[in-house]
């Protein structure tokens, strides 16, 4: 007869995959701030003249806020930055202003360039579209943007695309 009890627990050592290394430095509160301002500067030169074409700013102006038109002008926004910070965002995790600041985008949990679809919707366009929404926008707007005096220097945008900044 064998010793081997057929019904006792498996003696073999489990233990934990080790965790990826967080060798990226989170980038500084500056240097993300100046980088945003560079991107919204760039942002302004594009849909200001567009908003001014389309007579939006002005009806805007005179109280005649139509929101099918800032729909339209949001959806023509969103592919407006597309085709300026898309090639950087996909090959390098950058837009312009980052790039110049010398920051990128990396995935949290393993520091690795983010699915340029991924980054895309959750990290801009989930943003885009709820700045849309009249009073809620601008909430979130402001809510947004103040996570980053918290530790981990993560914006709400940071959260919902599991991204965060760290210096290129």
Known sequence: MSDQNPYAPPRAEVRDPPS????GELASRKLRF???VIDSVISLLVTVPLGMFTGYW???LAGNV???DAFTIGIASFLAFVA???KLLAKHGQTIGKRLVGTRIVNADDEQLPDFGKLLALRYGVVSLVSLIPAVGSFFALVDVLLILRADRRCVHDHIAGTKVVNA
């Open 34 to 36: 100046v980088g945003a």
């Open 66 to 68: 139509d929101y099918a």
């Open 58 to 60: 002005r009806d805007a």
């Open 84 to 86: 300026l910070h898309g």
């Open 20 to 23: 990826a290394p967080d060798t």
